[in-house]
Protein backbone atom coordinates (compact mmCIF):
# COMPACT_ATOMS: atom_id res chain seq x y z
CA UNK A 1 0.00 0.00 0.00
CA UNK A 2 1.40 3.39 -0.97
CA UNK A 3 2.68 5.43 2.56
CA UNK A 4 -0.58 8.01 1.57
CA UNK A 5 -3.03 5.05 1.84
CA UNK A 6 -1.44 3.47 4.64
CA UNK A 7 -1.70 6.55 6.44
CA UNK A 8 -5.11 7.47 6.05
CA UNK A 9 -6.06 4.40 6.54
CA UNK A 10 -4.06 4.06 9.87
CA UNK A 11 -6.01 7.28 10.67
CA UNK A 12 -9.42 5.47 10.28
CA UNK A 13 -8.05 2.78 12.26
CA UNK A 14 -7.47 5.50 15.18
CA UNK A 15 -10.76 6.42 15.25
CA UNK A 16 -12.50 3.14 15.18
CA UNK A 17 -9.62 1.74 17.56
CA UNK A 18 -8.40 4.21 19.78
CA UNK A 19 -4.21 3.95 20.14
CA UNK A 20 -3.48 2.59 23.43
CA UNK A 21 -0.30 1.90 25.58
CA UNK A 22 2.02 -0.85 24.06
CA UNK A 23 2.78 -1.87 27.32
CA UNK A 24 -0.42 -1.48 29.77
CA UNK A 25 -3.10 -1.31 27.15
CA UNK A 26 -4.26 2.20 28.64
CA UNK A 27 -6.29 4.13 26.14
CA UNK A 28 -3.82 6.95 24.78
CA UNK A 29 -5.49 10.59 24.27
CA UNK A 30 -3.43 11.03 20.75
CA UNK A 31 -1.02 8.49 18.45
CA UNK A 32 1.97 7.48 20.25
CA UNK A 33 3.50 3.77 21.96
CA UNK A 34 3.35 4.61 25.80
CA UNK A 35 0.95 6.08 28.35
CA UNK A 36 2.29 9.01 30.51
CA UNK A 37 3.24 6.61 33.14
CA UNK A 38 5.24 3.60 30.87
CA UNK A 39 6.98 6.64 28.74
CA UNK A 40 9.09 7.80 32.03
CA UNK A 41 9.99 3.98 31.94
CA UNK A 42 11.47 4.01 28.45
CA UNK A 43 15.13 4.36 28.65
CA UNK A 44 16.73 5.92 25.54
CA UNK A 45 20.25 4.32 24.85
CA UNK A 46 23.09 6.09 26.55
CA UNK A 47 25.07 8.83 24.28
CA UNK A 48 28.27 7.47 25.24
CA UNK A 49 28.58 3.79 23.44
CA UNK A 50 30.53 1.59 21.09
CA UNK A 51 30.35 3.48 17.74
CA UNK A 52 29.80 -0.37 15.74
CA UNK A 53 27.56 -2.06 18.22
CA UNK A 54 26.19 0.50 20.26
CA UNK A 55 27.59 -1.20 23.52
CA UNK A 56 26.87 1.43 26.35
CA UNK A 57 30.37 3.09 27.68
CA UNK A 58 33.61 5.13 26.54
CA UNK A 59 36.12 2.72 24.98
CA UNK A 60 39.48 3.64 23.69
CA UNK A 61 39.03 5.11 20.07
CA UNK A 62 35.35 5.12 20.51
CA UNK A 63 34.93 1.04 19.53
CA UNK A 64 34.83 -1.95 22.17
CA UNK A 65 36.60 -4.54 22.64
CA UNK A 66 34.64 -6.98 21.19
CA UNK A 67 34.20 -4.74 18.06
CA UNK A 68 38.04 -4.02 17.84
CA UNK A 69 38.54 -8.04 17.29
CA UNK A 70 36.45 -7.51 14.22
CA UNK A 71 32.69 -7.40 12.97
CA UNK A 72 31.07 -8.13 10.27
CA UNK A 73 28.50 -5.44 10.28
CA UNK A 74 29.92 -1.51 9.60
CA UNK A 75 27.35 -0.63 12.46
CA UNK A 76 24.05 -1.73 14.70
CA UNK A 77 22.30 0.67 16.59
CA UNK A 78 19.18 0.87 18.83
CA UNK A 79 17.50 3.99 20.11
CA UNK A 80 16.40 2.14 23.46
CA UNK A 81 17.36 -0.16 26.40
CA UNK A 82 15.96 -3.18 26.63
CA UNK A 83 14.09 -2.56 30.30
CA UNK A 84 11.10 -1.51 31.75
CA UNK A 85 8.07 -0.98 29.81
CA UNK A 86 9.55 -1.64 26.33
CA UNK A 87 10.86 -4.55 27.38
CA UNK A 88 7.66 -5.32 28.50
CA UNK A 89 6.35 -3.96 25.53
CA UNK A 90 8.64 -6.07 23.27
CA UNK A 91 7.58 -9.50 25.32
CA UNK A 92 3.60 -8.74 24.34
CA UNK A 93 4.51 -8.47 20.96
CA UNK A 94 6.47 -11.63 21.00
CA UNK A 95 4.96 -14.31 23.42
CA UNK A 96 1.94 -12.94 24.24
CA UNK A 97 0.45 -13.07 20.98
CA UNK A 98 -0.27 -9.62 20.24
CA UNK A 99 1.16 -8.84 16.37
CA UNK A 100 -0.80 -5.32 16.37
CA UNK A 101 2.02 -3.81 18.63
CA UNK A 102 4.15 -4.44 15.45
CA UNK A 103 2.58 -0.88 14.40
CA UNK A 104 3.20 1.18 17.30
CA UNK A 105 6.63 -0.02 18.35
CA UNK A 106 7.39 0.20 14.35
CA UNK A 107 6.26 3.56 14.43
CA UNK A 108 8.38 4.69 17.46
CA UNK A 109 12.04 2.80 15.64
CA UNK A 110 11.18 4.99 12.36
CA UNK A 111 10.82 8.20 14.59
CA UNK A 112 13.14 7.50 16.96
CA UNK A 113 15.77 6.17 14.48
CA UNK A 114 15.38 8.61 12.02
CA UNK A 115 18.56 10.07 11.97
CA UNK A 116 20.52 6.98 12.46
CA UNK A 117 18.38 5.02 9.45
CA UNK A 118 19.12 8.21 7.35
CA UNK A 119 22.99 6.96 7.73
CA UNK A 120 22.17 3.45 7.42
CA UNK A 121 21.25 3.04 3.40
CA UNK A 122 19.86 0.12 1.19
CA UNK A 123 16.91 -2.04 1.42
CA UNK A 124 15.53 -3.16 5.17
CA UNK A 125 15.50 -6.82 5.68
CA UNK A 126 14.43 -8.50 8.69
CA UNK A 127 16.29 -10.99 10.76
CA UNK A 128 14.27 -13.83 9.72
CA UNK A 129 12.98 -16.37 12.16
CA UNK A 130 12.65 -20.58 11.39
CA UNK A 131 9.47 -21.67 9.38
CA UNK A 132 9.40 -24.11 12.74
CA UNK A 133 9.09 -21.03 15.16
CA UNK A 134 6.93 -18.99 12.66
CA UNK A 135 4.41 -21.54 12.72
CA UNK A 136 4.29 -21.78 16.20
CA UNK A 137 4.31 -18.43 16.95
CA UNK A 138 2.16 -17.53 13.80
CA UNK A 139 4.16 -14.14 12.83
CA UNK A 140 7.71 -12.62 13.07
CA UNK A 141 8.24 -10.11 14.41
CA UNK A 142 11.31 -8.93 12.75
CA UNK A 143 9.32 -8.74 9.69
CA UNK A 144 6.17 -6.79 10.79
CA UNK A 145 8.58 -4.23 12.00
CA UNK A 146 10.24 -3.82 9.34
CA UNK A 147 7.19 -3.86 7.32
CA UNK A 148 6.09 -0.78 9.61
CA UNK A 149 9.69 0.98 9.53
CA UNK A 150 10.06 0.99 5.69
CA UNK A 151 6.50 2.20 4.87
CA UNK A 152 7.29 4.85 7.30
CA UNK A 153 10.60 5.68 6.51
CA UNK A 154 9.49 5.44 2.71
CA UNK A 155 12.51 2.41 2.27
CA UNK A 156 12.55 -0.58 0.11
CA UNK A 157 11.85 -3.74 2.36
CA UNK A 158 13.41 -6.97 0.90
CA UNK A 159 11.82 -10.52 2.49
CA UNK A 160 13.61 -12.69 0.17
CA UNK A 161 17.08 -12.05 0.74
CA UNK A 162 18.09 -13.86 3.57
CA UNK A 163 16.65 -16.99 4.73
CA UNK A 164 16.43 -19.10 7.62
CA UNK A 165 17.59 -22.43 6.61
CA UNK A 166 18.12 -24.34 10.22
CA UNK A 167 16.12 -24.32 13.36
CA UNK A 168 18.17 -22.74 16.11
CA UNK A 169 17.45 -23.52 19.89
CA UNK A 170 16.88 -20.29 21.92
CA UNK A 171 19.73 -18.15 23.11
CA UNK A 172 18.86 -17.65 26.37
CA UNK A 173 20.58 -18.70 29.27
CA UNK A 174 23.86 -19.37 26.41
CA UNK A 175 27.31 -17.84 26.43
CA UNK A 176 28.37 -16.14 24.12
CA UNK A 177 30.75 -18.91 22.45
CA UNK A 178 27.52 -20.97 22.82
CA UNK A 179 25.90 -18.70 20.70
CA UNK A 180 27.99 -17.96 18.10
CA UNK A 181 28.02 -22.44 17.76
CA UNK A 182 24.60 -22.41 18.15
CA UNK A 183 23.68 -19.86 14.91
CA UNK A 184 26.59 -20.76 12.73
CA UNK A 185 24.69 -21.62 9.18
CA UNK A 186 21.56 -20.81 10.03
CA UNK A 187 21.25 -18.41 7.18
CA UNK A 188 21.33 -18.35 3.56
CA UNK A 189 21.43 -15.04 1.61
CA UNK A 190 20.18 -14.59 -2.01
CA UNK A 191 22.70 -13.62 -4.71
CA UNK A 192 20.56 -10.47 -5.35
CA UNK A 193 22.56 -9.21 -2.05
CA UNK A 194 25.36 -8.29 -4.01
CA UNK A 195 27.13 -5.07 -4.52
CA UNK A 196 23.92 -4.18 -2.23
CA UNK A 197 23.46 -2.05 1.34
CA UNK A 198 21.33 -3.95 3.60
CA UNK A 199 20.35 -2.62 6.61
CA UNK A 200 19.11 -5.84 9.27
CA UNK A 201 16.01 -5.10 11.65
CA UNK A 202 14.94 -6.87 14.64
CA UNK A 203 13.44 -6.03 18.03
CA UNK A 204 16.16 -6.37 20.42
CA UNK A 205 19.85 -6.75 20.04
CA UNK A 206 21.75 -8.96 22.90
CA UNK A 207 24.94 -10.59 22.26
CA UNK A 208 24.54 -9.88 18.77
CA UNK A 209 25.73 -13.34 17.37
CA UNK A 210 22.50 -13.84 15.59
CA UNK A 211 22.48 -10.74 13.77
CA UNK A 212 26.87 -11.07 13.23
CA UNK A 213 26.08 -13.95 11.34
CA UNK A 214 23.31 -13.22 9.58
CA UNK A 215 26.11 -9.86 8.44
CA UNK A 216 28.71 -12.41 7.48
CA UNK A 217 26.15 -14.04 5.63
CA UNK A 218 25.29 -10.99 3.38
CA UNK A 219 28.36 -10.13 3.14
CA UNK A 220 29.78 -13.16 1.46
CA UNK A 221 27.24 -13.48 -0.76
CA UNK A 222 28.65 -10.09 -1.99
CA UNK A 223 26.56 -7.54 0.32
CA UNK A 224 28.44 -3.70 0.38
CA UNK A 225 27.51 -2.99 3.73
CA UNK A 226 25.28 -4.24 6.50
CA UNK A 227 23.89 -2.05 9.17
CA UNK A 228 21.73 -3.60 12.35
CA UNK A 229 18.74 -1.78 13.81
CA UNK A 230 17.10 -2.35 16.24
CA UNK A 231 14.42 -1.43 18.92
CA UNK A 232 16.38 -2.22 21.80
CA UNK A 233 19.82 -2.88 23.26
CA UNK A 234 19.64 -5.53 25.88
CA UNK A 235 23.93 -5.49 26.84
CA UNK A 236 23.99 -7.76 30.20
CA UNK A 237 24.43 -11.42 28.56
CA UNK A 238 22.84 -12.92 31.55
CA UNK A 239 19.62 -11.36 30.47
CA UNK A 240 19.50 -13.43 27.41
CA UNK A 241 16.72 -12.19 24.67
CA UNK A 242 15.00 -10.60 27.77
CA UNK A 243 12.12 -9.56 28.43
CA UNK A 244 11.06 -13.08 29.91
CA UNK A 245 13.26 -13.03 32.68
CA UNK A 246 12.16 -8.72 33.21
CA UNK A 247 8.78 -8.72 31.97
CA UNK A 248 7.73 -7.26 35.45
CA UNK A 249 7.62 -3.67 35.51
CA UNK A 250 10.19 -1.89 36.75
CA UNK A 251 9.26 0.19 40.36
CA UNK A 252 8.92 3.54 39.79
ZN1 LIG B 1 1.18 2.34 29.87
ZN1 LIG C 1 31.21 -2.65 20.00
Redo the contacts with the bound molecule.
Keep these: MPTRWREAFDAVVDVVLPPSCAACDVVLPGPGAFCEDCAQEVLELPTV???????PGA?EGG??????LG?SWAR?FAPFEHEGALAKAIHRFKYEDRSDLSRSLGLLLASAAKGELAQMPGALVPLPLHEARFRERKFDQAALLARTVATYAGRPLELGWLTRVRHTPRQVGLSEAQREVNVAGAFVASAAVQGQDVVLIDDVLTSGATAREAARVLREAGAARVFVLTLARAHNELHGDGAEQRARPRDR
Design positions: HCARCAEFVCGRCRVA
